[in-house]
């Protein structure tokens, strides 16, 4: 924590000063490709951190919901590597950042895997990993563990995911060509469709925040005491989101913001400060790499301001909660 002279209250303090100036930027445009997610309110934001010990502070609309698309990735491929283990999960999925868009129909030459877990084309790939283990009890499985993340029981968006089943002929190209190349098993629509539901999980900035902070605390829910990841999966899904997380702007936003984090086309941001905080962010104006404008803005400045990165001397890591909360 900066000069260690934030005080408890002023934390409050600075995310509400973020949000009144971020909230006069409407800049970047909600996500039309979903044809759902264009119904999105535009004046919706919010800010959530929830420390790695329980604590809640929060600003704006906490409580909208909306659905967790790309940040569903990395609990999917939390789960996979739990399950099925490095080297199955890694014949199929690569840990290299793509430098290229999330829906990019590109493969890695050579071995004819996709990039990461966190563009889609990985995380297709890993969502069949699951299908193929769990069968017609997959989705339920998937929905157990990011609800025991989040605290709470996680429901779907029925019309995101007609929507998005309707219209995903691009992920549904992607699913065939990995298909072709053995990257999934032979039923790729199915898997797609399990893709589709757990990209339509509804969750609130609070949720996200939570499930933010159950990675932050090593893989336990600090508001129900659960253990939702094993701390070596927590490794493993930490260390992807800070390479890959941000898409074709994880580059900039670890050297800038220094955590790992992931964001999602309908506008949450979530990111992770290691064993301190889970931070959420929610708006539904994106920039052109996908990623929620406000999110972006939030974050680059509440680690410029905490010192959260993960290499700034003032990063005091889990002493930051004494310090600060
Ligand atoms: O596969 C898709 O296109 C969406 N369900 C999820 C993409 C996404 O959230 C990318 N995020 N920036």
Known sequence: ?????????????????????????????????????????????????????????????????????????????????????????????????????????????????????????????????????????????????????????????????????????????IAYLLLNFGMVHAEAEDALDLYFKQCSMLVNCRDLAIMAATLSNMGRNPLTGVSVFDHRSVKDILSIMFTCGMYDYSGQWAYEVGVPAKSGVSGGVMAVVNRQLGVATYSPLLDIHGNSRRGIGVCTELAARLGLHAFDLMNSGSSFLDMVL
């Open 1 to 173: 924590m900066k000069e260690n002279l934030m005080e408890k209250h002023e934390l409050q303090g600075v995310i509400e000063e973020l949000y009144n100036k971020y909230l006069c930027d409407r800049g970047g445009k909600v996500a039309t490709y979903i044809p759902e997610l264009g119904k999105a309110d535009p004046e919706d934001f919010g800010i959530c951190l929830v420390s790695s010990d329980g604590r809640i502070y929060e600003t704006g609309n906490c409580e909208q919901s909306f659905t967790l698309q790309s940040v569903s990735k990395p609990f999917t491929f939390g789960m996979a590597i739990e399950e099925l283990g490095h080297e199955h999960v890694f014949q199929r999925v690569g840990v290299e950042p793509s430098g290229e868009p999330f829906n990019s129909i590109e493969l890695q030459a050579g071995t004819n895997r996709p990039y990461n877990p966190m563009v889609n084309a990985g995380a297709i790939t890993v969502t069949a990993l699951l299908h193929a283990l769990y069968r017609e009890a997959a989705f339920d499985t998937i929905q157990k563990r990011l609800s025991a993340a989040a605290g709470r029981s996680l429901s779907i968006d029925k019309d995101v995911y007609a929507s998005e089943t309707a219209t995903g002929h691009r992920n549904r190209a």
